[in-house]
T-cell receptor, first 114, second 114 residues
Framework: AQSVTQLGSHVSVSEGALVLLRCNYSSSVPPYLFWYVQYPNQGLQLLLKYTSAATLVKGINGFEAEFKKSETSFHLTKPSAHMSDAAEYFCAVSALATGNQFYFGTGTSLTVIP | KAGVTQTPRYLIKTRGQQVTLSCSPISGHRSVSWYQQTPGQGLQFLFEYFSETQRNKGNFPGRFSGRQFSNSRSEMNVSTLELGDSALYLC?????????????FGSGTRLTVV
């Protein structure tokens, strides 16, 4: 079975500061890992994905995440926060062996303080 | 190319009624999945369709059903609506079952049950 835990339901950072959103996963088989962003009243937009290639994954809008198997983590980072980054962020795990159903974390709401 | 289209965007229904939501996937995408998003429960998987067949189902009562047509468009139906069914219903499409590249989500249908 797969599951995802996002530490911190709310994170606040100052504009220009480092963004770090935490995600730990549990999977009995090699996982695929994803970060999605959701703006108010919108669907989810894919930020980046790990599919067993490079462990450091670069996504859109300057975000990146590193897959660390030993820590079962897939934390999302961005060196410098921008006001437009304020949104809800979801980490998700799926596994081909289990039919590709996505399991989402509970989300982290990011606030950027000017 | 056009994204995932969900109609309608907003819907208000009365308890006991039924509702049908529609999802048109990205052209060429054959897998369609449905998720319910609520503040309390987060994102919960409803079901996934591929080639007009339900391939995977979440833990929802039988009042929730769906189908997929030969052109990959999908509908979900909720019968005997309850207040707790108020949620954002998200549809996502992908190229195929077991697609490791992630979903593309629609903007969702906001269902309010009164």
């Amino acid at each position: 079975a797969q599951s995802v835990t996002q530490l911190g339901s709310h994170v606040s950072v100052s504009e220009g500061a480092l963004v770090l959103l935490r995600c730990n996963y549990s999977s009995s088989v090699p996982p695929y890992l994803f970060w999605y962003v959701q703006y108010p009243n919108q669907g989810l937009q894919l930020l980046l994905k790990y599919t067993s290639a490079a462990t450091l994954v670069k996504g859109i809008n300057g975000f990146e995440a590193e897959f660390k198997k030993s820590e079962t983590s897939f934390h999302l980072t961005k060196p410098s926060a921008h006001m437009s980054d304020a949104a809800e962020y979801f980490c998700a795990v799926s596994a081909l062996a289990t039919g590709n159903q996505f399991y989402f974390g509970t989300g982290t709401s990011l606030t950027v303080i000017p | 190319k056009a994204g995932v289209t969900q109609t309608p965007r907003y819907l208000i229904k009365t308890r006991g009624q039924q509702v049908t939501l529609s999802c048109s996937p990205i052209s060429g995408h054959r897998s369609v999945s449905w998720y319910q998003q609520t503040p309390g429960q987060g994102l919960q998987f409803l079901f996934e369709y591929f080639s007009e067949t339900q391939r995977n189902k979440g833990n929802f009562p039988g009042r929730f059903s769906g189908r997929q047509f030969s052109n990959s468009r999908s509908e979900m139906n909720v019968s005997t609506l309850e207040l707790g069914d108020s949620a954002l219903y998200l549809c996502a499409s992908s190229l195929a079952l077991g697609d490791p590249y992630g979903y593309t989500f629609g903007s969702g249908t906001r269902l309010t049950v009164v």
